[in-house]
Structure formats: C-alpha cells, structure tokens
Nanobody
C-alpha cells in the first residue's frame, strides 16, 4: 500500500516563497507524481506533474514561472517550490501518483495524500 504525506504548508505573506514536500512510502507502480490544489469553493486543479523516470516536468499556465516541481530520490519525495505567492495561491495542496503525466495533471491517479494547507494573507 502506498502512502503519500504532504508537508510544508503554512500561513505566509504575499511575495513569500514556500516549498511543499510529498513523501512516499510503499511501492508506486506508476511513473508520475503530481501536485494539485483546491482553493475554497473551487474544484481541484492540477498544478504540475513530474515523470519520475527522467525528471520531465509539466506545468499549468498558472504555475509557469513561479512553481518548480522536482524529485528528491534520496528521500523518495517530490517537492513543489512556489515563489512570489499571492492570495490566489491559497488552497489545500495535494500530491498524487499515477501511471503517467498528462500535461500538468496525473492521468489515472491511484494514490492521494491528505493535503497541506497554504494560506497567503497580508
């Protein structure tokens, strides 16, 4: 059984940076790990995805330039750096695994974490 645990969420000010981490335990059969977010009152959206075989990354338009997804093989983690945070980035951030990336999202997600809250407020 795979478990994904997100961490790093916090209350921050506009313009701050944050690094979220998704740590995996157990064997993941797929090759994609992605980050999603769900803002209050909105649906869940894919933010970024990484192909864990070769490190190829994919981003949504809202994430390009400010978000960086990366893998830390020693810790079996996938990180999401977010720079120049704005109140519109306030959301619960989730990670998920699956067979492959399909653009910014993970196709056929099989495992999800419980999420970590990011709040951006002055």
């Amino acid at each position: 059984q795979v478990q994904l645990v997100e961490s790093g969420g916090a209350l921050v000010r506009p313009g701050d940076s944050l690094t979220l981490s998704c740590a995996a335990s157990g064997h993941t059969a797929g090759y994609a790990t992605g980050w999603f977010r769900q803002a209050p009152g909105k649906g869940r959206e894919g933010v970024a995805c990484i192909d864990t075989r070769d490190g190829t990354t994919y981003y949504g338009n809202s994430a390009k330039g400010r978000f960086t997804i990366s893998r830390d093989n020693t810790k079996r983690a996938v990180n999401l750096e977010i720079h120049n945070l704005t109140p519109e980035d306030t959301a619960v951030y989730y990670c998920a695994t699956g067979p492959e990336c399909r653009g910014r999202t993970v196709a056929g997600q099989d495992f999800w974490g419980r999420g970590t809250q990011v709040t951006v407020s002055a």
